[in-house]
């Protein structure tokens, strides 16, 4: 019996249904879980077997192979640098300089249908405020920003791009106070020669008045306004135009007044200084300049120049007809000079074609016996037209010639 009852559970066991074996294979994200037979499958466990008891159709059970894929999201980290009151939005989230840090999530987001994943890490630097708040000087200017800043623009808001940390603008605000600048007036009565220099301008009676910026000259450092009117006496003295004259000729020093003057001082000095001698006379046989200096009543000192020059030329006259039978000096033939002459050297009379009818060397001028008295060996020359040749000799050395014709008649 017992032997019987082993041989049917050898049987039996040849017998034995075999289990239906399943794969399970698929791919999820990784924050998916998958419960399979009452087992959890995750990132922590993407594998396992599972015995589902007799879950096959035959009554067998049911074996599942599990093989599971998890995806990871994908990861993304926002860094950057902005400026405080700046926003940045991320997946509809607002982030600032009070709320810089967070993690987005955007579902379904990844290539692969996974979400993704956003750290955002953001730095906000301050928009540093400058203030310039200062006097400036009316009619100056100060630039900020390339902007000017004056009396009609004192007040004004700068925005200087990346001028800051982390390249966030720079705000410049500007208030100035306009300092008015102070004038002055110089008004004065100068004699008729003075010049004034007044901040380099040149003032005489040509460019009375003007206008002049002093630099830096008011007691607040700015500049200052200085209108300048000046008013010139009348008085006035001359001495003359300059002279050219002979030798040995006599010239008149006469100066003319507008006032009477208080005193006279002449360069060279003159034998006395005041009207009693004027006007002063006296040959000149060289080059002589004489300055005067004459103080008027006012005090003004006024100045004036003459120069006397020494002609070189000489005037030498000779006449062009004489009578010998006339009455002196007409009589003589002979050469007028002033004292710019020493002699005449020699002088030469001949007729038309030549002929030598007289010859002095060595004389005086104007001394009419020492001339040409009409005569030819002892008789009268007959009356007709001579020509004459004479050099002579002047103060300074020279010589000189000269010559012409003289007509002789009866």
């Not at 001082?265 to 006007?279: A, G, I, Y």
Request: charged share 20%; net charge negative; proline share 7%.
């Amino acid at each position: 019996m017992r032997l019987f009852y082993l041989l049917l559970l050898i049987a039996l066991a040849n017998t034995r249904l075999k289990a239906q074996v399943f794969f399970l294979r698929d791919t999820f994200c990784s924050d998916q879980l998958i419960v399979v037979n009452g087992s959890v499958y995750g990132p922590d466990r993407p594998t396992g077997t599972e015995v589902i008891v007799g879950g096959a159709t035959n009554g067998a059970d049911s074996i599942i192979e599990v093989r599971l894929v998890f995806l990871k999201p994908a990861l993304t980290r926002l860094e950057g640098k902005y400026c405080v009151g700046d926003t940045v939005w991320v997946n509809g989230v607002a982030y600032h300089a009070g709320f810089f840090l967070g993690k987005e999530i955007i579902e379904g987001g990844a290539a692969n249908g996974c979400d993704s994943i956003i750290e955002v890490d953001l730095k906000f630097f301050p928009r540093p405020i400058v203030d310039i708040v200062q006097p400036l000087c009316d009619g100056d200017t100060l630039w900020v920003n390339n902007q000017p800043y004056s009396a009609f623009r004192p007040t004004g808001v700068e925005i200087i791009p990346g001028g800051a940390q982390g390249g966030c603008d720079s705000i410049v605000r500007v208030t100035l106070t306009i300092i008015p600048l102070p004038f002055f007036e110089l008004v004065d009565t100068l004699c008729p020669d003075d010049v004034r220099i007044i901040n380099g301008t040149r003032y005489d009676r040509e460019t009375r008045s003007g206008v002049e910026l002093l630099k830096g000259a008011s007691s607040s450092g700015c500049d200052s306004i200085l209108y300048v009117y000046f008013f010139f006496r009348d008085s006035w003295m001359t001495l003359g135009q300059d002279q050219e004259v002979f030798y040995g000729e006599e010239v008149c020093l006469k100066p003319l007044f507008s006032f009477s003057p208080t005193s006279l001082q002449w360069s060279p000095p003159l034998p006395c200084t005041n009207l009693s001698c004027l006007p002063y006379c006296q040959t000149y046989t060289k080059n002589a300049q004489y300055r005067l200096e004459a103080r008027d009543p006012y005090g003004c000192l006024l100045r004036d120049s003459v120069s006397i020059r020494i002609s070189r030329q000489a005037p030498i006259y000779a006449p062009n007809v004489f009578a010998p039978n006339g009455s002196s000096p007409n009589n003589r033939f002979f050469l007028s000079a002033s004292s710019g002459v020493v002699q005449i050297n020699r002088m030469l009379i001949a007729n038309r074609w030549g002929e030598l009818l007289y010859e002095r060397n060595n004389f005086p001028p104007n001394v009419p016996e020492l001339g040409w008295d009409g005569s030819f060996r002892g008789q009268a020359a007959p009356p007709d037209v001579y020509v004459f040749w004479a050099e002579v000799l002047l103060w300074d050395g020279r010589t000189e010639s000269l010559s012409g014709s003289v007509m002789l008649v009866h």
